[in-house]
């Protein structure tokens, strides 16, 4: 099955600095790569997600790369915000009714 | 509000119990995904349902079990509690792969 490894596990940046969270995916049928922001105590909710057929997605201060030869995709927050803090999980899936598989997760912390 | 529904939001309950937590998915949605989230750990996936089926079944125990109804909605039957089973038990609801969450329900075993 879909392996997806996350890194790093925890990543600390000054406010207004940039942060990536890299993720690689062992599927090579994958097709669906999905980031979920979690608050604490709260829900995981999606914030970008891209699909194989794009190299890369921008909304606003968040973007994501996809190199599918490598087998790898990336978050980048620029300018970055207290309000970014938080738990970022990266997915991946072969589409229609196959599920997510996570990564373990990413604890963002801005630092003042 | 996301559209995936869960009761009871909170449940405390005692070792060798059994619970019942529910999950209605968004209107239109087939499948859906339950995860376990204990303190600092990241989304164990449980099982999953599509249409009444079970479609997949991760890491989840034998004292637990699931099902999804001709409604849709879905029930997560954890019995014989124990202490480390205190964690968010989320479910999620899927239409074109990108998953909601609902707001998880919180179980405590004491």
């Known amino acids: 099955g879909e392996n997806v490894e996350q890194h790093p596990s925890t990543l600390s940046v000054q406010e207004g600095d940039s942060a990536v969270i890299k993720c690689t995916y062992s599927d090579s049928a994958s097709n669906y790569f999905p980031w979920y922001k979690q608050e604490l105590g709260k829900r995981p909710q999606l914030i970008i997600d891209i699909r194989s057929n794009v190299g890369e997605k921008k909304d606003q201060r968040i973007a994501v790369t996809l190199n599918k030869t490598a087998k790898h995709f990336s978050l980048h927050i620029t300018e970055t915000q207290p309000e970014d803090s938080a738990v970022y999980f990266c997915?991946?899936?072969?589409?229609?009714?196959?599920?997510?598989?996570f990564g373990k997760g990413t604890h963002l912390i801005i630092q003042p | 509000d996301s559209g995936v529904t869960q009761t009871p939001k909170h449940l405390i309950t005692a070792t060798g119990q059994r619970v019942t937590l529910r999950c209605s998915p968004r209107?239109?949605?087939?499948?859906v995904y339950w995860y376990q989230q204990s303190l600092d750990q990241g989304l164990q996936f449980l099982i999953q349902y599509y249409n009444g089926e079970e479609r997949a079944k991760g890491n989840i125990l034998e004292r637990f079990s699931a099902q999804q109804f001709p409604d849709l909605h879905s029930e997560l039957n954890l019995s014989s509690l124990e202490l480390g089973d205190s964690a968010l038990y989320f479910c999620?609801?899927?239409?074109?792969?990108?998953?909601?969450f609902g707001s998880g329900t919180r179980l405590t075993v004491v």
């Open positions: 209107s239109g949605d087939l499948s």
């Open positions: 999620a609801s899927s239409a074109r792969g990108g998953y909601t």
């Open positions: 997915a991946a899936s072969k589409g229609g009714a196959d599920g997510l598989t």
